[in-house]
Each structure stands twice: as C-alpha cells, then as structure tokens.
C-alpha cells in the first residue's frame, strides 16, 4: 500500500518548514562557538529587529490587508500587540517558576518574538504548500538567510542573561516546535478556513512581532556597551529581507 496522498504532503510540508529551523538552531550554534561581546550582541540584535520588521511590513501585513472587510485584519494585528503583552507576563510566572533570575526576562521575551516569526514562517509555508509545492518550498528558502541572526541574537541574549549552556541548546532546539505548529496549522487548519481567518492569523502575528520589536529587542540592544553602526545594522535587517523578498520571493 502506497502513502496516502494527504500524508506524503503533509511531509513534505514538515520537510520544508525544517529548512528555517534548522537556520535559526545554525544561528543558534553559531553564538555558542565564538566569544559575544555586548557590542557584537547589539549590533546582532538590531539586525534581527530589521528583519523582523521587514517580515511585518513587507509580508505579514500586504497580505493581510489584501482580504476584506480590512479592519478585521486591522483589529487583529492591534489584539496581536495584546497577546505579546499577555505572553510577557506569562514569562514572568515562568521565570519564577524555573529560578531564572530577573536578567533572563528580556531575553526569553526575545526569544518568544523570534518563535512566533518562526510560527509565521510555518503557517505562510503551510498554506503557500497548499497553493503550489514550488511556492512552499520558495518561502521555505527564502526564510533561512533571515532566520539565521534571529537565532544568533536570541540564544546570545540567553547566553548574557546567565542561563546555563544546557538550559540555551534545549531552548534552542524548541524552536522547530512553533514553525512545525505553524505549518501543520497553515495546512490542515487555515487551508479549508475562510479567507479572513487565515489573513487575521498573519495580522495577529505581525502585531506581535512589532511589539517585542520594540518593547524587548531595541531596549534589549541598548543594554551594555553598544555600538554606533546599531542604526545601520538595524536597515541592513530590514534591507536583507527585502532582498530576499524581491529576488527570492519574487
């Protein structure tokens, strides 16, 4: 008997949302081998911060304001905002619980952002796969030179707040759970969803993502010593994503 239809898409959707998992974990790696001065740790950061902007401005939200009525979209990234509100007093329970100290609650926020852009990544690979396989396995290669200082920055942020090395690698391999999440979402869930809904998902993230943009990752930036080229390297983000989204993404 031969694999159901249904399934061997499925994988392939799995294999594909791997491909930016495995960007952000090599980022992740990356800042366990070399020694992260603050200055360097700034300057990752705010280039993490264009990027993730740029996910928002260029991605998440043309496409969620493409669907109608567009206030629905609208709301929904203003509730996204709220949810990453929420999600960063949550961390506070969870710091408390785990004995992290008070440092290490920038930085798991921090890394809370770079989850939901990972689950982003899984929900527009999901349901770009539905669509046509070579647009999922664009957005799937198009995602990694992006994911790649995302997970740089936020296991690096991890790192200075003190948390142990075993503590930082488990983290870091959480993050193939919320692109995985996101694809099987994207594929099973929004595909038959109405419009609005799956549009209202990537607002909702977007509004998340330009909160802890500005809330954790910049403030985080600016802790310690910093650099002046952190403004350049904060464009530099946001022009690196928009290369991959023109000359990639078409």
């Not at 989850?115 to 957005?139: E, H, K, Q, R, Y």
């Amino acid at each position: 008997m031969g694999i159901d239809p249904a399934v061997g898409d499925y994988l392939i959707v799995l294999g594909l949302a791997s491909l930016p998992a495995v960007g952000n974990f090599a980022g992740a790696l990356l800042s366990e081998t070399i020694d992260v001065s603050e200055r360097m740790l700034s300057l990752a950061l705010h280039l993490a911060a264009g990027i993730v902007l740029a996910v928002v401005g260029l991605e998440l939200m043309p496409e969620a304001l493409a669907g109608s009525p567009a206030w629905v979209s609208i709301v929904a990234f203003v509730a996204g905002g709220a949810f990453f509100v929420l999600l960063d007093r949550t961390l506070g329970f969870v710091q408390a619980r785990l004995d992290l100290g008070e440092k290490a609650s920038g930085p798991l926020a921090i890394f809370s952002g770079v989850s939901l852009d990972l689950f982003s990544d899984g929900v527009m690979i999901g349901t770009g796969t539905v669509l046509n396989p070579a647009l999922g396995l664009l957005l799937a290669t198009g995602q990694v030179p992006a994911d790649l200082p995302e997970g740089f920055a936020a296991v690096a942020s991890l790192r200075r707040a003190g948390l142990s090395r075993s503590r930082r690698l488990l983290l870091a391999s959480a993050f193939a759970i919320p692109i995985f999440v996101g694809a099987t979402l994207g594929y099973f869930a929004l595909r038959d969803a109405p419009e609005i809904v799956t549009l209202s998902v990537l607002a909702l993230t977007g509004g998340a993502l330009a909160t802890v943009v500005v809330e954790e990752m910049i403030p985080e930036a600016h802790e310690g010593e910093t650099s002046r080229l952190g403004a350049i390297f904060f464009t530099a983000g946001f022009a690196v994503f928009t290369a991959i989204s023109v000359y990639v993404g078409g």
